[in-house]
Each structure stands twice: as structure tokens, then as C-alpha cells.
């Protein structure tokens, strides 16, 4: 399941992709990237006026933020554009399954006008900026956070039909001293998923879990497995599996 | 959208009309399918109750419209009269034009009596125009639509609860909102040689 999660962070779930993985070649890779582009530019930024190099940008800040609370203001200074066409955009990568917002969770429900984190929804597509020569790739680390959010979105879905579109039952948490979790949901009870992508080391992660008062957490880590007093850590590549059990 | 236009697109989209047992050899996705080194075959409409309206929503390039080809292959080698089965993509059309072409299809080619058609109209979300409206208004008053299988794609949440207010009460079913993602972590796994329990899916 390590290994397997490891490998499933670098090829992602796109058929096309997984067909690639299994039988590489040069024609294959190339039709793939071109594929997501065209996954990406055809649905949410056709006929938007931006050009590909501005696309790439907001692409490449968006990919950039992954696991950080994203800021519309300070994506549009960086892309040097409007803040509402950086919006648009961002809610047209939404409608089209490219890309999802978490919101920051206040009674269980999503807080107004509070900084949202922004996730795509498969590797394949957080690495399409740099496919095209515009910024670095994603880490693991914020890769797996990405796909056990993914995960626990396409299990809300199951359970709550339009979980997946509407964005408001998969939330995170912020403290008042700003420690965060990273996943809640009302669905969810007083569990919680927080992404620590290490080997060891995830304690600090239990001790925001209790002090966020929730009865219990989940730690999704690389390959670590242990009982806590507050929850499980478990290998993230297990947590998906379970999920989809 | 004249006759003579809706009637020349519903011809080259449903070779099954003229070549029920051949036309799977030829169709794009299945022959895409069938030479991918990739067995996956996902299963984002099975359980379809009749007289069913299912909403099914994903991505793009994640296999919605070769499960709706799949989907086809097996009601036709089944029982399903092939002249029952309605497919047609509505990418770039507008919401009238989703209207000539249910009427023109139920008056003019498909057979069969009302509720044992199956429609499978794909793009819907690409539609420009209040789509939810026309479909309720179909729904709501057309003697077979209302009473047939409807299938409608789409790769936009776009007007998802609009959709979900209108069509209240004219889906005949439950699950009728249905979201086809990429593959997930075990299905991938598994097709790239990890051993894995099986699961429940």
C-alpha cells in the first residue's frame, strides 16, 4: 500500500494516464499532456481572453499554494491580474472538476468570506504547469494531503449526492491560535483527517486534534501505523483504500 | 434546429439503427477501449431503475461518454431494441435545439412505446441556455420523455442545484444524481499490479 500510494501520487487516476504508466512511450506521454491541457484550458479558461502564458501563471500559483490557505488578492498580483478574473477562473476550474476549494469550517459549515484552500482534483493535473516549463512540481507531501482530500470528497459525494460540486461539507479547521486540521466534516462526527506525509515524527498532529476538542482524529502519514489516545496514524494509502471500502 | 439537420446528426450518432450486431467494431470509444493496455471498465450507471431520469456528471476524459457506449453495447446485445436507444451530443447546442431533437426523435425514430425507450443525451451541461427548464418542461408535458429512461451528461456542476430544485419530483428514482471522477487509489493500484482486497463497490 506504501509503495502503491507513492506510485498513484506520480501517475494519478486519469485512464489515459494509468494506460501510459503501463505501456510508456514518447507518443503516449505527449498525448497525455496535451490531454490534460486540454482538459484544463478546454473547460475553464476557453474563450476567458487569457493567453496560455497567463493561464500557465495562475496554473503554476495555484499549484504553488497547494495545502496553504490561497489568497484571490494575492494570486492576482502575482499573475499581474484583475482579482475577479483570477475568481472567474478559479470558480470555472470548479465547475469543471479541475479543481475544488476547502472552506474553513465554523460550526461544521462553511465560514463567509474566509480563505478557502485549493486543491486539483488528480496529480496529473497539479503538474500540468510545470509540464509546460511554468514552475516546480508539486511535493509529495502536498500531493497526498490533495488525494486524501480527494478521497474523502468522492465518499461525501456517495453519501451526500452534490457534496463534490457544492464544497460544503468538506472543511478545515482553524484555531484561534491558527493551528489547523486539515479535513472536518458534519459527516464526519467529531472525527477529523489531518496529512502528515512522514515516516515519523506525526505526535504535534494529535495534540491539535485534542485541542480542537474533536473526540478523535486520523493521521495520514507515508507509512506510519500506531494507536494514539486521540485517534489513529495510519498510511495514507490504507485511509484511501478504507474509504473506498 | 431544422428536421432535415436533427434527423442527419441522429443517423450518424446511432449506427446501432442500421447495424445493431457491427456498429460496436467501429465506434470510436469501445474500439479505444478495446486496444487500451488499460482494462477498466467503470460503472457509473448501473442500477438505472425504468423511467429513470439520471443526471451523471464528471470530468472530462475520465470515460463518461465510453460508459454510455458500454452501456449501450450491453442493453442491445440484451433485449433492448436497438430503435429504442436515443444518443446524442448536445455540446454547443441551445436549449431549444434540446427540444426539436427530443421531438423529432420520439416522432420520427425511435420505436417503442413510452417508458421502454432509453435517452442518452450527452453535453447537457455544455448547452447554452437554461437546460434544467427545458428538460422539466419535457418531462412535464412530452407523453414519452416523461415516461422513458433519460441519461444526461454533462462535465459542469454548473446549475447543479438548479437542476436538482426543477427536476424535483420528475427523476422516478433514487441515486439520480451520479459523478463519474478519475480513478481512484485502489483502481489504479490494482491496474498497475498491486495486489489489493477486493472492496464492496
Not at chain 1, 60 to 82: E, F, G, I, K
Given at each position: 500500500?506504501?509503495?502503491?500510494?507513492?506510485?498513484?501520487?506520480?501517475?494519478?487516476?486519469?485512464?489515459?494516464?494509468v494506460?501510459?504508466?503501463?505501456?510508456?512511450?514518447?507518443?503516449?506521454?505527449?498525448?497525455?499532456?496535451?490531454?490534460?491541457?486540454?482538459?484544463?484550458?478546454?473547460?475553464?479558461?476557453?474563450?476567458?481572453?487569457?493567453?496560455?502564458?497567463?493561464?500557465?501563471?495562475i496554473?503554476?500559483?495555484?499549484?504553488?499554494?497547494?495545502?496553504?490557505?490561497?489568497?484571490?488578492?494575492?494570486?492576482?498580483?502575482?499573475?499581474?491580474?484583475?482579482?475577479?478574473?483570477?475568481?472567474?477562473?478559479?470558480?470555472?476550474?470548479?465547475?469543471?472538476?479541475?479543481?475544488?476549494?476547502?472552506?474553513?469550517?465554523q460550526?461544521?459549515?462553511?465560514k463567509?468570506?474566509?480563505?478557502?484552500?485549493?486543491?486539483?482534483?488528480?496529480?496529473g493535473?497539479?503538474?500540468?504547469?510545470?509540464?509546460?516549463?511554468?514552475g516546480?512540481?508539486?511535493?509529495?507531501?502536498?500531493?497526498?494531503?490533495?488525494?486524501?482530500?480527494?478521497?474523502?470528497?468522492?465518499?461525501?459525494?456517495?453519501?451526500?449526492?452534490?457534496?463534490?460540486?457544492?464544497?460544503?461539507?468538506?472543511?478545515?479547521?482553524?484555531?484561534?491560535?491558527?493551528?489547523?486540521?486539515?479535513?472536518?466534516?458534519?459527516?464526519?462526527?467529531?472525527?477529523?483527517?489531518?496529512?502528515?506525509?512522514?515516516?515519523r515524527?506525526?505526535?504535534?498532529?494529535?495534540?491539535?486534534?485534542?485541542?480542537?476538542?474533536?473526540?478523535?482524529?486520523?493521521?495520514?502519514?507515508?507509512?506510519?501505523?500506531?494507536?494514539?489516545?486521540?485517534?489513529?496514524?495510519?498510511?495514507?494509502?490504507?485511509?484511501?483504500?478504507?474509504?473506498?471500502? | 434546429?431544422?428536421?432535415?439537420?436533427?434527423?442527419?446528426?441522429?443517423?450518424?450518432?446511432?449506427p446501432?439503427?442500421?447495424?445493431?450486431?457491427?456498429?460496436?467494431?467501429?465506434?470510436?470509444?469501445?474500439?479505444a477501449a478495446?486496444?487500451?493496455?488499460?482494462?477498466?471498465?467503470?460503472?457509473?450507471?448501473?442500477?438505472?431503475?425504468?423511467?429513470?431520469?439520471?443526471?451523471?456528471?464528471?470530468?472530462?476524459?475520465?470515460?463518461?461518454?465510453?460508459?454510455?457506449?458500454?452501456?449501450?453495447?450491453?442493453?442491445?446485445?440484451?433485449?433492448?431494441?436497438?430503435r429504442?436507444?436515443?444518443?446524442?451530443?448536445?455540446?454547443?447546442?441551445?436549449?431549444?435545439?434540446?427540444?426539436?431533437?427530443?421531438?423529432?426523435?420520439?416522432?420520427?425514430?425511435?420505436?417503442?412505446?413510452?417508458?421502454?425507450?432509453?435517452?442518452?443525451i450527452?453535453?447537457?451541461?455544455?448547452?447554452?441556455?437554461?437546460?434544467p427548464a427545458?428538460?422539466?418542461?419535457?418531462?412535464?408535458?412530452?407523453?414519452?420523455?416523461?415516461?422513458?429512461?433519460?441519461?444526461?451528461?454533462?462535465?459542469?456542476?454548473?446549475?447543479?442545484?438548479?437542476?436538482?430544485?426543477?427536476?424535483?419530483?420528475?427523476?422516478?428514482?433514487?441515486?439520480?444524481?451520479?459523478?463519474?471522477?478519475?480513478?481512484?487509489?485502489?483502481?489504479?493500484?490494482?491496474?498497475?499490479?498491486?495486489?489489493?482486497?477486493?472492496?464492496?463497490?
Amino acid at each position: 500500500l506504501i509503495e502503491s500510494w507513492d506510485h498513484y501520487l506520480k501517475v494519478g487516476g486519469y485512464p489515459q494516464a494509468v494506460a501510459a504508466e503501463i505501456d510508456p512511450s514518447d507518443e503516449m506521454d505527449r498525448a497525455l499532456v496535451e490531454a490534460l491541457w486540454d482538459v484544463v484550458h478546454g473547460e475553464a479558461f476557453a474563450g476567458s481572453g487569457l493567453t496560455h502564458t497567463q493561464t500557465q501563471a495562475i496554473l503554476r500559483a495555484l499549484t504553488s499554494s497547494l495545502t496553504s490557505l490561497m489568497s484571490v488578492h494575492a494570486m492576482a498580483q502575482a499573475v499581474n491580474l484583475a482579482n475577479a478574473t483570477v475568481g472567474q477562473r478559479l470558480d470555472a476550474l470548479r465547475r469543471s472538476f479541475v479543481a475544488f476549494p476547502v472552506h474553513r469550517e465554523q460550526g461544521l459549515a462553511p465560514k463567509p468570506r474566509s480563505q478557502a484552500k485549493w486543491y486539483f482534483t488528480d496529480p496529473g493535473l497539479s503538474r500540468i504547469a510545470f509540464h509546460f516549463g511554468a514552475g516546480a512540481p508539486p511535493d509529495p507531501t502536498a500531493l497526498s494531503e490533495q488525494q486524501i482530500g480527494v478521497a474523502l470528497l468522492r465518499a461525501l459525494e456517495q453519501r451526500s449526492p452534490g457534496a463534490a460540486m457544492r464544497h460544503d461539507r468538506l472543511l478545515y479547521y482553524r484555531s484561534t491560535t491558527r493551528a489547523e486540521i486539515d479535513f472536518v466534516s458534519a459527516d464526519f462526527t467529531m472525527t477529523c483527517f489531518e496529512s502528515k506525509f512522514v515516516d515519523r515524527g506525526w505526535g504535534r498532529a494529535f495534540q491539535t486534534i485534542e485541542a480542537s476538542g474533536r473526540s478523535a482524529g486520523v493521521v495520514a502519514t507515508r507509512s506510519g501505523l500506531r494507536r494514539h489516545d486521540g485517534g489513529w496514524a495510519l498510511p495514507a494509502g490504507l485511509i484511501a483504500f478504507l474509504l473506498k471500502s | 434546429m431544422r428536421a432535415d439537420e436533427v434527423d442527419a446528426e441522429l443517423v450518424e450518432a446511432n449506427p446501432w439503427w442500421r447495424d445493431p450486431g457491427g456498429w460496436e467494431q467501429h465506434d470510436v470509444q469501445l474500439r479505444a477501449a478495446r486496444s487500451s493496455p488499460l482494462s477498466y471498465e467503470p460503472r457509473p450507471l448501473d442500477n438505472l431503475s425504468p423511467g429513470g431520469l439520471y443526471i451523471l456528471r464528471g470530468p472530462r476524459r475520465v470515460g463518461k461518454s465510453t460508459a454510455l457506449k458500454q452501456l449501450i453495447a450491453e442493453r442491445i446485445r440484451g433485449t433492448h431494441p436497438s430503435r429504442q436507444i436515443l444518443h446524442v451530443s448536445v455540446e454547443g447546442r441551445s436549449d431549444q435545439d434540446v427540444a426539436d431533437i427530443v421531438r423529432r426523435s420520439a416522432s420520427h425514430w425511435l420505436k417503442g412505446q413510452p417508458g421502454q425507450r432509453l435517452w442518452l443525451i450527452d453535453e447537457i451541461t455544455a448547452v447554452q441556455g437554461a437546460w434544467p427548464a427545458i428538460i422539466k418542461r419535457l418531462r412535464d408535458s412530452h407523453p414519452s420523455f416523461s415516461a422513458d429512461t433519460v441519461i444526461l451528461t454533462g462535465s459542469s456542476s454548473e446549475r447543479f442545484d438548479e437542476a436538482r430544485k426543477l427536476l424535483a419530483g420528475r427523476r422516478n428514482t433514487t441515486r439520480s444524481d451520479r459523478v463519474l471522477f478519475q480513478m481512484g487509489f485502489a483502481e489504479t493500484a490494482r491496474a498497475l499490479g498491486a495486489e489489493l482486497p477486493g472492496c464492496r463497490h
